[in-house]
């Protein structure tokens, strides 16, 4: 159709449009519909390459989970008691887990500790004959230590009642009970007696 035969035509599809290829596609019917399906389509499908990726990482990649166990009980101050053998007791308190046991710590001036894992609340220092000769005192020169208790786990496999290595043995330890004041000395013969 030439430009005198356009002006000679009285309907409307006759007439070109002066909008252009885009103004005559947005004047069909669904256009709309249709556009934002395409755009959802090819927005979908750049992020689908990347999501499915991710998927696929996930599903092979490890999960480590890591338990927070509750802190254990600190241990009230231990008690001396001077009678004939003495002894250091302490309460056990209610919340001590299964499997938890007592580390007793009996520290010299120096620094250097003994310590001692048991599962009861008394411990009586004369009967354990490592710790006698650790201590080492004498009728004139007393050897004098603090003791101090903590609730503890140990790890796997040692028997109790010993004395431990609080570095290589214990897993886990709660804090260190305020101490209670002991005495070494050896009588006349050498027997080994505490005093508080």
């Known amino acids: 159709m030439n430009r005198k035969q356009r002006g000679a035509a009285t309907d409307r599809q006759f007439i070109q449009d002066e909008r ?43 999960v480590s989970v890591k338990t927070i166990q509750p802190p254990l009980p600190v241990i009230g101050k231990p008690i001396c008691n001077d009678r004939t053998p003495t002894t250091v007791s302490w309460n056990a308190p209610p919340d001590l887990p299964a ?44 050897t004098r230590t603090i003791v101090t208790v903590q609730a503890a786990e140990l790890n796997a496999g040692i028997s109790l009642p010993r004395r431990v290595d609080p570095s290589r043995d214990v897993a886990r330890a709660s804090e260190v009970s305020s101490g209670t004041r002991l005495l070494s000395l050896s009588s006349v013969r050498l027997v080994p007696w505490y005093v508080c």
């Open 20 to 62: 252009g290829w885009f103004g005559r596609l947005r004047s069909q019917p669904g256009f709309r519909t249709a556009f934002v399906a395409f755009c959802l389509t090819v927005i979908l499908g750049i992020g689908a390459p990347a999501a499915y990726a991710l998927w696929t990482a996930s599903v092979n990649g490890v």
């Open 99 to 142: 499997g938890a046991v007592y580390l007793v710590s009996v520290t010299k001036s120096n620094n250097d500790s003994y310590v001692y894992a048991q599962s009861t609340t008394e411990f009586i220092p004369s009967q354990d004959g490592d710790l006698t000769r650790w201590t080492g005192g004498s009728l004139g020169d007393p």
